[in-house]
């Protein structure tokens, strides 16, 4: 089986521009979740998808929005990027069930605001 | 309050000797689990044991063991015979809720950064 891919792997953006992340989710997930790793700390919650809509959410301003389509795969989009939004991008796939129903990460994309 | 709390910024430790990395977790939740990752350099995040609230053992995967201590909310990652390539940086992480609901929001530690030395 697959596991979970993100691209691009690195993006450099200007403050004030847009940004759309993508994540390919690990093959009978049907669960994605985003995650913000800024330098020297641990992965914060942005967002989670199921079944294509949005049900649950982070501390974060609306300007980081997603999607997710019906092959499970998704989208994270940033718009009027901050010098602060700089951070690795984590995507993990999930499928709801009891007990340890362990997430898979992908690698991530590193974005760097300037 | 933090969520999850991992004290130790950095860890050293002498290859094939074994290392515990601490984390403790604040929750009124009784339904959770506590999970442990290992990240190296590249980024991704390896999922390394799971441990939920109610689960009578302590959990085991291979060379790592969850010294899970639920009256004094920690859950303590031991790793037996280091390796070099145990070097990464470790978080331990927490699901809050009962795990056949909606919202799976992992909340992370800070982190702890392990060297293995030769």
């Known amino acids: ?29 049907n669960t994605v979740s985003w995650y913000q790793q800024a330098l020297g700390q641990g992965p914060q919650f942005i967002f989670q998808y199921y079944r ?29 990027l901050e010098l602060d939004d700089s951070a690795l991008y984590l995507c993990a796939s999930s499928i709801p069930r009891g007990g340890d129903y362990g997430y898979t990460f992908g690698s991530g994309t590193r974005l760097t605001v300037v | 309050a933090q969520k999850i709390t991992q004290t130790q910024p950095g860890m050293f430790v002498q290859e094939k000797e074994a290392v515990t990395l601490d984390c ?3 929750t009124s939740d009784p339904s959770y689990g506590l999970f442990w990752y290992k990240q ?11 441990q939920g609230s109610y689960d009578q053992q302590n959990a085991t995967e291979g060379r790592y ?53 030769p």
């Open chain 2, 24 to 26: 403790t977790y604040d």
């Open chain 2, 40 to 50: 190296p350099s590249s980024g991704e995040m390896i999922f390394l044991i799971y």
């Open chain 1, 52 to 80: 294509e809509e949005e049900n649950g959410r982070g501390n974060f301003p609306p300007r980081f929005s997603g999607l997710q389509f019906p092959n499970y795969s998704s989208e994270l989009n940033v718009n009027a």
């Open chain 2, 65 to 117: 063991s969850l010294n899970f201590q639920k009256a004094r909310k920690s859950a303590n990652l031991v790793i037996s015979a280091s390796q070099l390539g145990d070097s990464a940086m470790y978080f331990c992480a927490m699901r809050e809720g009962n795990s056949g609901g909606s919202n799976y929001k992992l909340t992370f530690g800070k982190g702890t950064l392990l060297t293995v030395n």
């Open chain 1, 1 to 29: 089986e697959t596991g979970v891919t993100q691209s691009p792997t690195h993006l450099i953006k200007t403050r004030g521009q847009q940004v759309t992340l993508r994540c390919s989710s690990q093959s009978g997930h």
